[in-house]
């Protein structure tokens, strides 16, 4: 089965093709970055506009590198929640009309099951059961992944999400947008020891997060050197937030699959990208005698593939759509 599908959640324009499923035939990723960079964030109304200029010529270049043309898909797949409304709706309505005027199925997607399907791109022999832990800039989520769609979530952040606050300390730090990388970058050359900073804890839920206070007491640093005109420790700073933000996600994802009895764990998102993050991870898993799935830096970040690939999965369970399909700016999982 081919299925093309299209990512326009936030400011990533996606296109991938794929054939049942794990096998990408191609996959185009258009970054806004650049036009949003000045702004310190997304500005929706911008990522929609470039959306609609760029959807139609990055399918034709999917499909020309695919070596196939549109009378040969199968379905249209589309992300459809939860996302920037503008941008969804992009992309949701792209789809429609291409499922329409081709007479082939459309199937929606849920984002964050599009980000657990990046690991079976990644990963040939991974099944279901297992625990993934999605982390991006809109979720931090501990995710239990029954069946290829059927999940629930057991333990989630209570205020903001891991990716968001790796973008203001970023951006506080004069790093630019986005900041993930850059921080990133910075903090290989730090002291993790070198600013104490508060590690959440969620009394009557062990497996919920919280990271605002962290992002608090980092920006409460950085603004108390700034007024002060003490000399900032940069790389210092970085490397001790990415300990902390670490240090949250880690123990709670063992103590996840030691609870739902788990030994395969799955990580997903943008910030699973974190070098810091993934060392710890990986550190835990041997210790805790688990095998634990990374997939690759590109395919952390928001992309078609993930979705295509999902798409599959959802085809196979019966998830269709008609041209009433809508998007959704939250959707739950």
């Known amino acids: 089965m081919i299925i093309l599908a299209i990512e326009t959640s936030c400011d990533e324009t996606a296109v991938a093709i794929s054939r049942n ?63 920037l409304i503008g941008a969804l709706l992009v992309g949701v309505n792209f ?37 993934c832990l999605v982390v991006s800039g809109g979720h931090s989520q501990l995710v239990d992944v029954r069946d290829y769609t059927d999940m629930s979530i057991i333990g989630t952040t209570r205020d903001d999400a891991a990716g968001e606050c790796f973008d203001k300390v970023a951006r506080v730090l004069g790093l630019g947008y986005p900041g993930g990388k850059a921080l990133d970058d910075l903090a290989r050359d730090g002291n993790d020891k070198a600013y104490p900073l508060p590690r959440s804890v969620v009394s009557d839920s062990p497996l919920d997060m919280s990271f605002s206070g962290l992002k608090t007491a980092v920006l409460n640093i950085i603004h108390n050197a700034e007024q002060k005109g003490e000399t900032l420790d940069h790389p210092g700073l970085a490397a001790s937030f990415a300990a902390a933000v670490s240090d949250t996600l880690v123990p709670r994802t063992m103590l996840a699959a030691k609870t739902l009895g788990y030994d395969h764990i799955a990580v997903a998102g943008g910030v699973a990208a974190n070098s810091r993050i993934r060392r710890d991870m990986e550190r835990a898993a ?48």
């Open 286 to 333: 041997k210790d805790g005698g688990y095998t634990l799935y990374l997939p690759p830096l590109h395919l952390c970040g928001d992309n078609a593939a993930m979705i295509a690939c999902q798409a599959f999965f959802e085809q196979k369970a019966g998830v269709l759509d008609h041209l009433d399909l809508n998007a959704y700016a939250t959707m739950p999982i």
């Open 21 to 83: 499923g794990r096998e990408i035939l191609s996959s185009e990723v258009l970054s806004q970055a650049d036009l949003h960079a000045i702004y310190g964030g997304v500005v929706p109304e911008i990522a929609s506009r470039n959306h609609i200029q760029v959807i139609t010529k990055l399918v034709d270049t999917a499909l020309e590198k695919a070596g196939i043309t549109k009378n040969d898909l199968d379905a249209i797949a589309v992300t459809y929640a939860p996302g």
């Open 95 to 131: 789809a429609k009309s291409a499922a329409y005027v081709l007479g082939i199925p459309l199937i929606p997607v849920h984002h964050v099951h599009g980000h657990i399907a990046a690991n079976y791109i990644a990963y040939p022999e991974l099944t279901p059961p297992f625990l």
